[in-house]
C-alpha cells in the first residue's frame, strides 16, 4: 500500500504577482524551491491563507533571491499581491517509509526570505 504523505511546504509566503496572460503555474523564488526540495514542474497546492481558495499547479523557478511568489495563467484568479499563501508537495510512500519520513517546511518572512523564527500557523 502506498501513502500519499506532505514532501514539503514553503509556509505562509507573501504573494508578489499575478500574471494572467501566461501559460499556467506557480513561480517560486528558485531558493525556496530548493530549501522545500520542489522540483521545476512539480505538482503542488497553492493554499490562499486571506480567501481559503485551493488550486493544484505546477511549480515554475523564480530567480533566485527574488522572494517572488507568483500565480501565472488560470491559477492567478486565485489570489492577490500580499495573500498569504502556503505551498505544499507531496510524494507517495510506501507504510513503513512514511512511518518514518518528516515533512521538509520552509518557514519565510514578509519578504519570502526563509526565517527561523516561524511566523503564527
Known amino acids: 500500500m502506498q501513502l500519499t504523505m506532505l514532501k514539503s511546504k514553503i509556509h505562509r509566503a507573501t504573494l508578489t504577482a499575478t500574471q494572467l496572460r501566461y501559460e499556467g503555474s506557480?513561480?517560486?523564488?528558485?531558493?525556496?524551491?530548493?530549501?522545500?526540495?520542489?522540483?521545476?514542474?512539480?505538482?503542488?497546492?497553492?493554499?490562499?491563507?486571506?480567501?481559503?481558495?485551493?488550486?493544484?499547479?505546477?511549480?515554475?523557478?523564480?530567480?533566485a533571491g527574488s522572494g517572488e511568489i507568483a500565480l501565472k495563467g488560470a491559477a492567478a484568479r486565485a489570489g492577490q499581491v500580499g495573500d498569504e499563501v502556503i505551498v505544499m508537495s507531496y510524494c507517495a510512500l510506501d507504510v513503513e517509509t512514511a512511518r518514518r519520513f518528516a515533512a521538509r517546511v520552509v518557514h519565510v518572512d514578509k519578504e519570502n526570505r526563509m526565517d527561523d523564527g516561524k511566523r503564527d500557523s
Open 26 to 63: 506557480i513561480g517560486i523564488d528558485r531558493c525556496l524551491m530548493e530549501a522545500a526540495d520542489i522540483l521545476p514542474g512539480e505538482q503542488v497546492h497553492v493554499l490562499n491563507v486571506n480567501n481559503g481558495s485551493r488550486i493544484v499547479t505546477y511549480a515554475i523557478p523564480a530567480p
